[in-house]
T-cell receptor, first 114, second 115 residues
């Protein structure tokens, strides 16, 4: 049972434009969501997070939106840069676990073209 | 900037052999996680330690996998015997409890290939 889903395996955008990465979840008990970026041959790097009590969190070029009623979150990157090309994972915490365990989506590969 | 250290970075082994991975978390981080990432999928938690105690190993194949964190600092993950399906990236992460934040910091991973 895939509790966190990223239905788009890949996304290609032009440099300077907006990148929107989407993530859906099924467990309404999740209380914290995170986005990680991963370059090849490296471990995931924490990017931005949002608590379930908020609907938006912004950090520089990165903004995460949370729609609890739709069980959907999205990551907006504006403006996109070639260095943003990587695999992006969304992750969720909570549910039946209170240990801090994260459930990850399958990832979306973003390519930003110069 | 403090980082999670892992070794080796790459490991090739034959099936039925034993293999071990090492992780040194960020200093002061009490929680340590081992994840497995199969190509095209997200990381999946294998085992979680709080200090030296296991708090979640529900997804660890205990017939062949073992993990320890004897002094509550560094940790070792072992596979014996390795099977072809174990080929994956093994990631270690650590975290500290900081109020409402739950960020986990990942090491570079160990890429395991079983032949």
């Amino acid at each position: 049972d895939q509790q966190v889903k990223q239905n788009s395996p890949s996304l290609s955008v032009q440099e300077g434009r907006i990148s929107i990465l989407n993530c859906d979840y099924t467990n309404s008990m999740f209380d914290y969501f995170l986005w990680y970026k991963k370059y090849p041959a490296e471990g995931p790097t924490f990017l931005i997070s949002i608590s379930s009590i908020k609907d938006k969190n912004e950090d520089g070029r990165f903004t995460v939106f949370l729609n609890k009623s739709a069980k959907h979150l999205s990551l907006h990157i504006v403006p996109s840069q070639p260095g943003d090309s990587a695999v992006y994972f969304c992750a969720a915490r909570g549910g039946s676990s209170n240990t801090g365990k994260l459930i990850f989506g399958q990832g979306t590969t973003l390519q930003v073209k110069p | 900037e403090a980082e999670v250290a892992q070794s080796p970075r790459y490991k090739i082994t034959e099936k039925s052999q034993a293999v071990a991975f090492w992780c040194d978390p960020i200093s002061g981080h009490a929680t340590l996680y081992w994840y497995r990432q199969i190509l095209g999928q997200g990381p999946e938690l294998l085992v979680q330690f709080q200090d030296e105690s296991v708090v979640d190993d529900s997804q660890l194949p205990k017939d062949r996998f073992s993990a320890e964190r004897l002094k509550g600092v560094d940790s070792t993950l072992k596979i014996q015997p390795a099977e072809l399906g174990d080929s994956a990236m093994y990631l270690c992460a650590s975290s500290e409890w900081t109020g409402r934040s739950y960020e986990q910091y990942f090491g570079p991973g160990t890429r395991l290939t079983v032949t």
